[in-house]
């Protein structure tokens, strides 16, 4: 489970004002609150005792009182491609990633990627955060690594957020510009903790991340997206569609079994309509399973009755499981073929395929240790 290792409040799961109770109740000055915040958003220092403008009291009061950094880092990959990768163990207590770490059971484990896209030389690098929202996933895709053994529990608001403030401390990285609800777990299934993480990311005394650039990804559960759209932050919603029709889709999604795609396009209409944010529809293409041309035909169909685009993702294999990568002509002829539908698609560009990116290989690999 995600349980903490100790009972003390997690500086992450904090706003201004609630950590400004906190600390009134501890007898310490309430602006401390947006101090401690500053330091641990602003300037990426997460331990009190390098608070500088903290009283040598008060620094002591919040290091014995606050939990700052949460988990411990057990792995730590680099993929050629600049992207890199954390296996977090929640259940450990925080201590400096060591690559000889006994991992302990993967039943406590998330990882989150960060994903460095070069883009023109005028423009800022993008830097992806990647990011769980449960330990493990009750979806069960019958494709996904995440999914092999259920669910094993939910993070927290501030383990949730964490992820993406280590990621942003990682070398070479210095400030993330997009973040993506796409790493472990079903974000809809854990909303308690979902909301006020994306408030948090979004805020100016937080991760200070445009919504925009923040993406939750659902396979869909038709009243979380309407909850998610109460948020009143333009935040990207990303459906998991993978499948063009309710049969395929039932075969590779068990919750499929529970909405139709029908019921998720009015919800996703309702999104658009309350935030006039477009919907992205994300297709895992499966070689020779959903990759054909009949399918690309009947995806067009479906794309074309929501403001929507469409993002194309070559799927990476994962050991154990049947499905396998799509043809790179099987890829092609299927953009092509939504294109000239008038689709607006992207194919997703693969990234750290070396140190298994795809959401929930490294725990699944360390588990086969
Ligand atoms: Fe869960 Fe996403 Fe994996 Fe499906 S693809 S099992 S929703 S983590």
Known sequence: MAAPPDDRPHVFDHAPDSLAELFGDWGLPRFRAKQVLDWVYAKGVADPRKMTNLSGRDRELLHEKLRFVDGAVVRH???????????????????????LAVLGSTSNQTECVMIPVERSESSRPRKTACISSQVGCPVGCRFCASGLGGLDGNLTAGQIVQQAWQLQQLPGVDRLTNIVF??????????????????????????????????????????????????????????????PNDELRKQIIPWAERVSIAQLLDAGRDYFAKTGREITLEYILLGGLNDQPGHARELAKVAKTLRSNVNLIRYNEVDGLPYRRPADDDVQRFQNLLKSSGVNVHVRASRGRDIAAACGQLRHEAAAV
């Open 182 to 243: 796409m790493g472990m777990g079903e974000p809809m299934a854990n909303l308690r903790a979902v909301l006020p993480a994306v408030r948090t990311l979004a805020a100016d005394w937080g991760m200070s991340l445009s919504a925009r650039r923040i993406t939750v990804s659902t396979v869909g559960v038709p009243a979380g997206i309407r909850r998610l759209a109460e948020l009143d932050l333009p935040v990207t919603l990303a459906v998991s569609l993978h499948a």
């Open 77 to 99: 990959q680099h993929a050629t491609d600049g992207t890199q990768k954390l296996l977090i163990d929640w259940s450990l207590d925080a201590a400096p990633t060591n690559p």
